[in-house]
């Protein structure tokens, strides 16, 4: 641990930043909890739902920015969560309480102590405001209009703080005998790794880079471009994208519903099976259309480079999946695993295993439920002693966090058979590869 990250989870501030979380999880938790038995009790739940929505935005937007994280990729999931609850949730994307003007405007001034001040104007009332940053309209001095996405002050503090006790749960975890055996310490480490890595938008400013050149092959995803010589480690500079709509199907036709279903999952599987380069973040304060329904992806703080040998099993897995061929699955999830039990029965892990995707092969969209297929392949997984490598996660939660946006679009599209073209170029360099044709 760095000097600078002893300072920021010293054990009094942690002591204190874990009762504040115990104190509002159970206060909110009694709330809620008080408002499902009164509505039994009078057998008629009236608005419960929505109140009980809205307790979920209050109590996680004052937990903090990785409570309002997971509070955002549960607003995507509008097929296995009520709309009670998603609606409130959805808030969070981009209509989190700004800090007040003063805070930003220091934390703006301290980031470009050290270089002449960059712009003409500088609008300080965000335009949108997320868990870890505010976005700002502004023009430079050169003139160029541009939005400035500035990090929270006082956010690093609260995120390492958060870090470190989830990193204490995950251990106590791994002393339950059931669970011994799960590298919840690795997967953490990873996971938790890249939520932090959300806080270095120098980083974030090379992944829209990388991401730009990498889809624009694609045509129909428009990305904007940062000004790396504007950009900090506290802000990120890039072009200002006007006349957005958000990303949800409202009055458009079938045929232009299926067609942004199509670019949506072209894209995240581009992402997926040929560049390695993934966006886990796609939800609605992130992804949105232009004024002809195009694709205009706005942030690229949670993206992760995948290892070259995940991003192959991961293809190699879902074409199989998309074929049908269950045995090849197994046999792909085995050679991959990061542990295998000694008391591991292969064999039956590769029945159960081709008995799950034998159900679930050729399934529309309004059939196929990515979260159930992957809660069962995480319990057989469990049960026969396979672990998988950590860095699976964030394909995973990529596909998650989209599957739960698109599936209004259009229920009866094959996600599996979409993936199968863009599959099929997975082991082609990508300066070899065809301009992709929607």
Sequence with gaps: ??????????????????????????????????????????????????????????????????????????????????????????????????????????????????RPWPFREFDWTPVASGSIATVHEAVTTDGRHVAVKVRRPGIERVMWQD????????????????????????????????????????????????????????????IPAP?????????????????????????????????????????????????????CDLHPGNLYFDLNADLVMLDAGFVIQLPDAVRRSFADFFINMAMGDGWMCAQIVIESAAEIAEDCDLEGFRTALGELVAETSGAKSGEFDLARFAGRLFDLQRRFGLFPAPE?????????VIEGMIKGFDSDLDFQAEAIPVLRRRNIPRDAQPAVER
């Excluded at 480490?189 to 990498?214: H, K, P, W, Y």
């Excluded at 699976?392 to 998650?400: E, H, I, N, R, T």
């Design 1 to 114: 641990m760095s000097e600078t990250t002893g300072r920021l989870v010293r054990l009094p501030g942690l002591v204190l930043r874990c009762a504040w979380v115990g104190l509002i999880v159970l206060g909110y938790g009694l709330l809620i909890a008080g408002s499902a038995v009164g509505a039994r009790l009078r057998r008629a739940p009236g608005g419960r739902g929505l109140r009980d929505g809205d307790r979920w935005v209050r109590m996680l937007t004052r937990l903090g920015p990785s409570y309002i994280k997971i509070g955002q990729l549960l607003s995507t999931r509008r097929d296995l969560l009520p709309e009670e609850v998603t609606t409130p949730l959805g808030r969070l994307t981009d209509g989190a309480a700004p800090p007040g003007r003063r805070r930003i405007e220091r934390a703006v001034r301290e980031a470009y102590r050290d």
């Design 163 to 222: 870090f470190t006790l989830t990193a204490s749960a995950m251990s106590l975890m791994g002393m339950l005998p059931k669970l011994r055996k799960m590298p919840f310490k690795l997967m953490h480490g990873q996971v938790g790794g890249a939520i932090l890595r959300q806080l270095d938008f120098e980083a974030e400013a090379a992944s829209l880079t990388a991401l730009r050149a990498n889809l624009v092959r694609s045509g129909n995803v428009t």
């Design 227 to 279: 000004l790396p010589e504007l950009c900090t480690r506290e802000t990120v500079v890039m072009e200002f994208v006007s006349d957005l709509r958000r990303f949800e199907p409202g009055e458009l036709d079938l045929e232009t519903r299926r067609s942004v279903q199509r670019a949506v999952l072209g894209t995240v599987y581009e992402m997926l099976f040929i560049d390695g380069l993934v966006h």
């Design 392 to 400: 699976f996660a964030f394909p995973l939660l990529s596909l998650l």
